[in-house]
T-cell receptor, first 113, second 109 residues
Framework: EPEVTQTPSHQVTQMGQEVILRCVPI?????FYWYRQILGQKVEFLVS????????KSEIFDDQFSVERPDGSNFTLKIRSTKLEDSAMYFC???????????FGQGTRLTVV | RKEVEQDPGPFNVPEGATVAFNCTYS??????FFWYRQDCRKEPKLLMS???SGNEDGRFTAQLNRASQYISLLIRDSKLSDSATYLC??????????FGGGTRLMVKP
């Protein structure tokens, strides 16, 4: 069964450092998302991406965040200067079409120290 | 009003019990509805889509009430392995997936 793959599974970084989280979507999927979940809290939307551009983003997704799909396969989330409060689980999700179910990767646990 | 709202629980039920969760949504133009299951520190996994006519998958039944803007999930004959957080996901028209806060279920022996 096709699956969404995320790397790394766990990343520890120092405050102020840049991190890049990677996602390989399911091959025929067109819509891509990043969500985050702080431990014990709800899943929060960060950004959606379609046709090589951001279609929507939340208030959380400020200038420190960026996304791209540089090679047509990997979908990346970059955090330029990490803060302690960026520590969370980051999930990539992909959809084939707008109204279909989304499939999630196993997540990257980001710990900022 | 939150876009998608769920009772956080926890719902503590004995094995074999029937339990039901509701989820309300605010956007009347919402078109697609899903229940996801999330185990601790794992990714959300699709449990079932929710169709207008209602649908059943084994011990799980999902229903949609458009007039009152809620969806429900019924679990019959609860198993210990059903213990998880159940996430309601709604797609408003032309918009991205919107999650409820989740309802935590704990099934006890």
């Amino acid at each position: 069964e096709p699956e969404v793959t995320q790397t790394p599974s766990h990343q520890v970084t120092q405050m102020g450092q840049e991190v890049i989280l990677r996602c390989v979507p399911i091959s025929n999927h067109l819509y891509f998302y990043w969500y985050r979940q702080i431990l014990g809290q709800k899943v929060e939307f960060l950004v959606s991406f379609y046709n090589n551009e951001i279609s929507e983003k939340s208030e959380i997704f400020d200038d420190q965040f960026s996304v791209e799909r540089p090679d047509g396969s990997n979908f990346t989330l970059k955090i330029r200067s990490t803060k302690l409060e960026d520590s969370a689980m980051y999930f990539c999700a992909t959809q084939r079409n707008m109204n279909t179910e989304a499939f999630f990767g196993q997540g990257t646990r980001l710990t900022v120290v | 009003r939150k876009e998608v709202e769920q009772d956080p629980g926890p719902f503590n039920v004995p094995e074999g019990a029937t339990v039901a969760f509701n989820c309300t949504y605010s956007n009347s133009a919402s078109q697609s509805f899903f229940w996801y299951r999330q185990d601790c520190r794992k990714e959300p996994k699709l449990l079932m889509s929710v169709y207008s006519s209602g649908n059943e998958d084994g011990r799980f039944t999902a229903q949609l009430n458009r007039a009152s803007q809620y969806i429900s999930l019924l679990i019959r004959d609860s198993k210990l392995s059903d213990s998880a957080t159940y996430l309601c996901v709604v797609i408003p028209a032309g918009n991205m997936l919107t999650f409820g806060g989740g309802t935590r279920l704990m099934v006890k022996p």
